[in-house]
């Protein structure tokens, strides 16, 4: 009988651990990290604040120009792999002194922002829609840092129309840029 309880217990405790196991692959699909969006949005002001006031830009990729604050020393690769790319895979890239692809970063880097630019653009998010520590997020989406280093949850149900804002707020600053460059043309002549 003694024997039959302590199996009963072990297959218990197993059967625990396993569940537990279980939920935390679900919960967790790239394993737990905390590749922090607050170290990456500071690191992306503190490039800015040496670079007159302009994020990262330039390379081929926007992954690869945030693959400038690695050049840096602003941040690591643990950093950059943001929180579905392995760390290891970001690594080797960065020792042979290459730069960040988009299937190598984790970060989706909204490319030709300035600290000034309008409050209302996104700077980064994660790709794969990941919280603080590597969770799913309870209602989708993506947590979002801002140009002024405000973060927000922005919900899978919301996700289009963000996404939609976003594109009409960089239209506008496209066309506003083009209006600027015809301006200095015109006062050249």
């Known amino acids: 009988m003694v024997t039959l309880v302590m199996a009963c217990m072990f297959m218990g405790g197993w059967g625990v651990i396993q569940f537990a196991k279980w939920r935390h692959a679900v919960n967790y699909p790239y394993g737990q990290s905390h590749c922090c969006d607050k170290i990456l949005s500071l690191a992306l002001y503190?490039?800015?604040?040496?670079?007159?006031?302009?994020?990262?830009?330039?390379?081929?990729?926007?992954?690869a120009s945030l693959s400038l604050l690695y050049k840096a020393g602003f941040v690591d690769a643990n950093t950059l792999r943001g929180k579905s790319v392995p760390e290891t895979t970001v690594q080797e890239i960065l020792d042979r002194g290459e730069l960040l692809g988009p299937d190598s970063c984790g970060w989706h880097y909204v490319e030709g922002l300035r600290t000034d630019s309008d409050r209302r653009f996104a700077l980064f998010w994660d790709k794969a829609?990941?919280?603080h520590n590597g969770e799913l997020l309870r209602d989708g989406g993506h947590i979002v840092c801002f140009v002024y280093?405000?973060?927000?949850?922005?919900?899978?149900?919301e996700?289009?129309?963000?996404?939609?804002?976003?594109?009409?707020?960089?239209?506008q600053l496209e066309?506003?840029?083009?209006?600027?460059?015809?301006?200095?043309?015109?006062?050249?002549?």
């Not at 996700?159 to 239209?171: G, S, T, V, Y």
Request: charged share 30%; hydrophobic share 30%; proline share 7%.
């Open 175 to 189: 066309k506003k840029n083009a209006e600027a460059k015809t301006n200095d043309l015109e006062e050249k002549h």
């Open 149 to 157: 280093g405000d973060t927000r949850h922005i919900p899978a149900s």
């Open 46 to 63: 503190n490039f800015a604040s040496i670079h007159g006031g302009v994020f990262p830009t330039g390379e081929a990729t926007p992954e």
């Open 129 to 131: 829609g990941l919280g």
């Open 159 to 171: 996700w289009p129309k963000f996404l939609a804002d976003q594109k009409e707020l960089h239209d």
